[in-house]
């Protein structure tokens, strides 16, 4: 997440909007903090599990804190997903860091996981690949930039 970041800010350098910034950097963090709150919930589980089977299964302790763990990644934590993939929408769609079409497409997809993410299975993987085609697209600028230049070197 930090190194998606700084490549952000590299590209934007001046144009960045320092509002967007803050929602797009607590989005980010707030969603790192609940996916690992939630994976240590989720350890605790299957530790407790591991040392006494047969007693963790029927306990209602068992049932609230995996109902906890559900709650706090399919929702609280898709949520802030969604956040995360507005403002870096916004950003983009603004400063044309990356074509029109993958803002566009990032405002749809947050939509989808902001109201229906829960009863979606595969919601989950919306932001990780949403992540990965905007990563992609950035390398491939980066590796291949647009020669703006190049039609004035031939008039020479």
Not at 99 to 107: D, E, N, T, V, Y
């Amino acid at each position: 997440m930090a190194s998606r970041s700084r490549v952000l800010r590299d590209r934007l350098g001046e144009r960045e909007d320092r509002f967007f910034s803050t929602v797009f950097l607590g989005s980010g963090l707030l969603f790192l903090a609940m996916l690992f709150t939630t994976a240590a919930i989720i350890a605790a589980i299957i530790f407790v599990f591991a040392t006494e089977p047969n007693l963790m299964v029927n306990s209602t302790t068992y049932r609230v804190t995996r109902a906890i763990a559900y709650v706090l990644m399919n929702v609280y934590a898709i949520k802030m997903a969604a956040v995360f993939m507005f403002s870096t929408s916004t950003v983009t769609l603004f400063t044309g860091l990356a074509p029109r079409w993958i803002a566009l497409l990032g405002f749809g997809l947050a939509a989808i996981i902001l109201f229906v993410g829960q009863s979606i299975t595969w919601s989950i993987f919306i932001l990780p690949t949403w992540v990965f085609l905007i990563s992609t697209y950035i390398l491939i600028d980066n590796l291949w930039p647009r020669d703006e230049a190049a039609p004035l070197a031939s008039q020479d």
